[in-house]
T-cell receptor, first 113, second 112 residues
Framework: GDSVTQMEGPVTLSEEAFLTINCTYT??????LFWYVQYPGEGLQLLLK?????DKGSNKGFEATYRKETTSFHLEKGSVQVSDSAVYFC????????????FGKGTRLSVIA | DSGVTQTPKHLITATGQRVTLRCSPR?????VYWYQQSLDQGLQFLIQ???????AKGNILERFSAQQFPDLHSELNLSSLELGDSALYFC???????????FGPGTRLLVL
Protein backbone atom coordinates (compact mmCIF):
# COMPACT_ATOMS: atom_id res chain seq x y z
CA GLY A 1 0.00 0.00 0.00
CA ASP A 2 0.89 3.66 -0.10
CA SER A 3 3.47 4.67 2.47
CA VAL A 4 5.74 7.43 3.64
CA THR A 5 9.25 7.21 5.05
CA GLN A 6 10.76 10.19 6.76
CA MET A 7 14.06 10.64 8.49
CA GLU A 8 14.22 9.67 12.12
CA GLY A 9 14.81 12.37 14.63
CA PRO A 10 15.42 14.07 16.79
CA VAL A 11 17.10 16.87 14.90
CA THR A 12 18.78 19.59 16.91
CA LEU A 13 19.89 22.78 15.19
CA SER A 14 21.15 26.17 16.21
CA GLU A 15 19.07 29.21 15.36
CA GLU A 16 19.56 30.40 11.76
CA ALA A 17 20.82 26.99 10.61
CA PHE A 18 19.56 25.33 7.42
CA LEU A 19 16.98 22.59 7.84
CA THR A 20 16.27 19.56 5.69
CA ILE A 21 13.89 16.80 6.72
CA ASN A 22 13.81 13.98 4.20
CA CYS A 23 10.59 12.33 3.09
CA THR A 24 10.15 9.65 0.44
CA TYR A 25 6.93 8.00 -0.57
CA THR A 26 5.52 4.93 -2.26
CA UNK A 27 2.24 5.49 -4.04
CA UNK A 28 0.06 4.48 -6.92
CA UNK A 29 -0.15 7.39 -9.30
CA UNK A 30 0.69 10.91 -8.24
CA UNK A 31 -1.16 11.81 -5.07
CA UNK A 32 -1.04 15.15 -3.31
CA LEU A 33 1.70 15.38 -0.70
CA PHE A 34 1.55 17.18 2.63
CA TRP A 35 3.67 18.37 5.50
CA TYR A 36 1.93 18.81 8.84
CA VAL A 37 3.47 20.31 11.98
CA GLN A 38 2.64 19.61 15.61
CA TYR A 39 3.83 22.23 18.10
CA PRO A 40 4.27 21.13 21.73
CA GLY A 41 0.92 20.39 23.35
CA GLU A 42 -1.05 21.23 20.22
CA GLY A 43 -2.80 19.49 17.36
CA LEU A 44 -1.69 18.99 13.78
CA GLN A 45 -1.48 22.02 11.52
CA LEU A 46 -1.17 21.91 7.77
CA LEU A 47 2.20 23.44 6.94
CA LEU A 48 2.26 23.08 3.16
CA LYS A 49 1.17 20.87 0.31
CA UNK A 50 1.84 20.09 -3.33
CA UNK A 51 -0.75 18.60 -5.62
CA UNK A 52 1.29 17.51 -8.63
CA UNK A 53 4.78 16.68 -9.76
CA UNK A 54 7.29 19.56 -9.74
CA ASP A 55 4.95 21.68 -7.61
CA LYS A 56 6.60 23.55 -4.77
CA GLY A 57 4.64 24.07 -1.59
CA SER A 58 5.71 26.89 0.69
CA ASN A 59 4.62 28.50 3.93
CA LYS A 60 6.29 30.36 6.82
CA GLY A 61 9.69 30.09 5.12
CA PHE A 62 9.38 26.32 4.67
CA GLU A 63 9.47 24.77 1.22
CA ALA A 64 9.07 21.31 -0.28
CA THR A 65 9.17 20.24 -3.93
CA TYR A 66 7.24 17.27 -5.28
CA ARG A 67 9.84 15.16 -7.10
CA LYS A 68 8.33 12.20 -8.90
CA GLU A 69 11.71 11.04 -10.26
CA THR A 70 13.03 10.44 -6.78
CA THR A 71 9.58 9.99 -5.12
CA SER A 72 10.56 12.59 -2.57
CA PHE A 73 9.07 15.61 -0.83
CA HIS A 74 11.86 16.92 1.38
CA LEU A 75 11.10 19.80 3.74
CA GLU A 76 13.57 22.69 3.82
CA LYS A 77 13.98 26.01 5.57
CA GLY A 78 16.88 28.35 5.09
CA SER A 79 17.08 29.79 8.58
CA VAL A 80 15.28 28.11 11.47
CA GLN A 81 14.05 29.87 14.58
CA VAL A 82 13.46 28.64 18.10
CA SER A 83 9.73 28.89 17.41
CA ASP A 84 10.08 26.22 14.69
CA SER A 85 10.71 23.58 17.37
CA ALA A 86 8.00 21.00 16.75
CA VAL A 87 7.32 17.57 15.27
CA TYR A 88 6.99 17.49 11.49
CA PHE A 89 4.96 14.84 9.64
CA CYS A 90 5.03 13.99 5.97
CA UNK A 91 1.74 12.54 4.67
CA UNK A 92 -0.13 11.41 1.59
CA UNK A 93 -3.62 10.06 0.90
CA UNK A 94 -3.85 6.30 1.22
CA UNK A 95 -4.87 5.78 -2.37
CA UNK A 96 -7.35 3.40 -3.94
CA UNK A 97 -9.96 6.12 -4.08
CA UNK A 98 -9.85 6.68 -0.34
CA UNK A 99 -8.50 9.81 1.18
CA UNK A 100 -7.45 9.01 4.73
CA UNK A 101 -3.90 10.15 5.25
CA UNK A 102 -0.91 7.91 5.78
CA PHE A 103 1.70 9.61 7.94
CA GLY A 104 5.39 9.21 8.42
CA LYS A 105 6.62 8.57 11.95
CA GLY A 106 7.38 12.25 12.49
CA THR A 107 10.63 14.10 12.96
CA ARG A 108 11.16 16.09 16.13
CA LEU A 109 13.04 19.33 15.57
CA SER A 110 14.62 21.27 18.41
CA VAL A 111 16.12 24.67 17.66
CA ILE A 112 18.42 26.18 20.27
CA ALA A 113 19.29 29.84 20.61
CA ASP B 1 -7.18 27.86 14.42
CA SER B 2 -8.27 25.27 11.85
CA GLY B 3 -11.99 25.70 12.50
CA VAL B 4 -12.34 22.09 13.65
CA THR B 5 -13.38 21.79 17.28
CA GLN B 6 -13.06 18.80 19.57
CA THR B 7 -14.37 18.22 23.06
CA PRO B 8 -13.30 17.45 25.65
CA LYS B 9 -9.68 18.49 25.49
CA HIS B 10 -8.65 16.05 28.19
CA LEU B 11 -10.33 12.93 29.51
CA ILE B 12 -9.23 10.71 32.37
CA THR B 13 -11.10 7.51 33.00
CA ALA B 14 -10.69 3.98 34.28
CA THR B 15 -10.30 0.66 32.53
CA GLY B 16 -13.57 -0.90 31.45
CA GLN B 17 -15.33 2.44 31.09
CA ARG B 18 -16.89 4.03 28.01
CA VAL B 19 -16.28 7.53 26.70
CA THR B 20 -17.54 9.69 23.86
CA LEU B 21 -15.38 12.13 21.95
CA ARG B 22 -17.04 14.86 19.94
CA CYS B 23 -15.94 16.66 16.81
CA SER B 24 -17.43 19.59 14.92
CA PRO B 25 -16.00 20.00 11.42
CA ARG B 26 -15.21 23.27 9.70
CA UNK B 27 -18.26 25.04 8.37
CA UNK B 28 -19.14 23.53 5.00
CA UNK B 29 -16.97 20.43 5.35
CA UNK B 30 -18.81 17.19 4.65
CA UNK B 31 -16.11 14.66 5.44
CA VAL B 32 -14.86 13.80 8.93
CA TYR B 33 -11.90 11.59 9.80
CA TRP B 34 -10.76 10.18 13.13
CA TYR B 35 -7.11 9.43 13.86
CA GLN B 36 -5.31 8.04 16.89
CA GLN B 37 -1.84 9.19 17.89
CA SER B 38 0.09 7.01 20.30
CA LEU B 39 3.76 6.76 21.14
CA ASP B 40 4.16 3.22 19.85
CA GLN B 41 1.85 3.29 16.81
CA GLY B 42 2.29 6.87 15.63
CA LEU B 43 -0.60 8.49 13.77
CA GLN B 44 -3.16 5.96 12.57
CA PHE B 45 -6.39 6.41 10.68
CA LEU B 46 -9.45 5.01 12.42
CA ILE B 47 -12.57 5.82 10.43
CA GLN B 48 -14.01 8.28 7.91
CA UNK B 49 -17.50 9.62 7.32
CA UNK B 50 -18.82 11.57 4.41
CA UNK B 51 -22.15 13.37 4.66
CA UNK B 52 -23.41 11.01 7.32
CA UNK B 53 -22.24 7.75 5.81
CA UNK B 54 -19.25 5.64 6.72
CA UNK B 55 -16.75 5.89 3.93
CA ALA B 56 -13.60 4.08 5.04
CA LYS B 57 -12.32 2.10 7.97
CA GLY B 58 -8.77 1.83 9.15
CA ASN B 59 -7.28 0.23 12.22
CA ILE B 60 -10.34 0.72 14.38
CA LEU B 61 -11.01 -1.78 17.14
CA GLU B 62 -14.39 -3.45 17.45
CA ARG B 63 -14.74 -1.77 20.87
CA PHE B 64 -14.72 1.57 19.08
CA SER B 65 -17.53 3.00 16.99
CA ALA B 66 -18.39 6.32 15.45
CA GLN B 67 -21.14 8.15 13.67
CA GLN B 68 -21.75 11.40 11.84
CA PHE B 69 -24.98 13.20 12.55
CA PRO B 70 -27.23 15.19 10.18
CA ASP B 71 -25.64 18.43 11.36
CA LEU B 72 -22.31 16.84 10.32
CA HIS B 73 -20.75 16.70 13.75
CA SER B 74 -19.24 13.36 14.64
CA GLU B 75 -18.78 11.29 17.77
CA LEU B 76 -16.25 8.57 18.47
CA ASN B 77 -17.33 6.08 21.12
CA LEU B 78 -14.69 4.07 22.92
CA SER B 79 -15.88 1.25 25.18
CA SER B 80 -14.38 -1.38 27.49
CA LEU B 81 -11.37 0.87 27.70
CA GLU B 82 -7.92 -0.59 28.22
CA LEU B 83 -4.69 1.02 29.33
CA GLY B 84 -3.41 0.81 25.77
CA ASP B 85 -6.22 3.04 24.54
CA SER B 86 -4.53 6.00 26.17
CA ALA B 87 -3.66 8.29 23.27
CA LEU B 88 -4.38 11.55 21.53
CA TYR B 89 -7.45 11.31 19.30
CA PHE B 90 -7.70 13.73 16.41
CA CYS B 91 -10.61 14.64 14.25
CA UNK B 92 -10.03 16.15 10.82
CA UNK B 93 -12.43 17.47 8.22
CA UNK B 94 -12.37 18.25 4.52
CA UNK B 95 -14.84 19.92 2.23
CA UNK B 96 -15.04 16.86 0.00
CA UNK B 97 -13.34 13.57 -0.66
CA UNK B 98 -9.76 14.02 -1.73
CA UNK B 99 -9.51 17.57 -0.45
CA UNK B 100 -7.08 18.85 2.15
CA UNK B 101 -7.76 17.72 5.70
CA UNK B 102 -7.75 20.19 8.57
CA PHE B 103 -7.20 18.87 12.06
CA GLY B 104 -8.74 19.73 15.38
CA PRO B 105 -6.69 20.23 18.57
CA GLY B 106 -7.30 16.65 19.70
CA THR B 107 -8.66 14.93 22.78
CA ARG B 108 -6.07 13.48 25.11
CA LEU B 109 -7.41 10.30 26.69
CA LEU B 110 -5.77 8.76 29.71
CA VAL B 111 -7.02 5.38 30.89
CA LEU B 112 -5.95 4.48 34.41
Amino acid sequence: GDSVTQMEGPVTLSEEAFLTINCTYTATGYPSLFWYVQYPGEGLQLLLKATKADDKGSNKGFEATYRKETTSFHLEKGSVQVSDSAVYFCALPSGSGNTPLVFGKGTRLSVIA
Amino acid sequence: DSGVTQTPKHLITATGQRVTLRCSPRSGDLSVYWYQQSLDQGLQFLIQYYNGEERAKGNILERFSAQQFPDLHSELNLSSLELGDSALYFCASSVALGETQYFGPGTRLLVL
